[in-house]
């Protein structure tokens, strides 16, 4: 088996099955602001598990390049972990399907600039990867006490490659 991963596009569909694009794409939900702003509502469902509260921080991440040496995923077990770009600049989504608790195939997307993806719970994921600076995020997830973090370090890591033309 491969460990080169090639990324892809990231779309609606493609992403589904690991959490949420959010963007402003379609027509908005509704005209507000004495009708100088459209709302594109309830784009992410963010879930912070029972008794818990969730909290909006800021991240400023180191930017990376492709190829990208991907060694490790992570996934949250009690909440879902939106990345919320405070730039215009495409950034790297790396998920992983499970399989008995253990991360196996993996996919990667690149972004558009404008879209934020939200993970959905108990799903592997790579760290924050923005592809140029500033690497600037707005990120919500759960920011009470609990174990929330799982990690899996690959026995060989995955080579995260770019789309050739």
């Not at 100088?36 to 390049?65: I, M, Q, T």
């Not at 923005?130 to 060989?156: C, K, M, T, Y």
Request: aromatic share 10%; hydrophobic share 40%; proline share 8%.
């Amino acid at each position: 088996m491969s460990n080169t991963v090639i990324t892809q596009d990231i779309s609606h569909d493609a992403f589904a099955p690991f959490g949420d694009l959010v963007d402003i794409s379609g027509e908005p939900d509704k005209i507000i602001n004495q009708g100088l702003c459209g709302r594109y509502h309830d784009r992410a469902h963010f879930d912070f598990g029972p008794n818990c509260k969730g909290g909006l921080s800021l991240f400023n991440a180191e930017p990376r390049s492709l190829p990208y040496r991907l060694e490790m995923v992570e996934r949250h077990p009690l909440c879902s972990q939106a990345f919320i770009p405070l730039h215009q600049n495409p950034f790297l989504v790396i998920v992983a399907e499970g399989q008995d608790d253990t991360p196996c195939k993996v996919h990667a997307f690149i972004t558009k600039p404008g879209q934020a993806i939200n993970f959905h719970r108990n799903i592997w994921h790579g760290v924050l990867t923005p592809l140029s600076a500033p690497g600037q995020f707005a990120v919500i997830d759960r920011v009470s006490e609990g174990d929330n973090l799982q990690e899996h370090w690959f026995a060989e890591p995955k080579i995260i490659a770019g789309q050739t033309a």
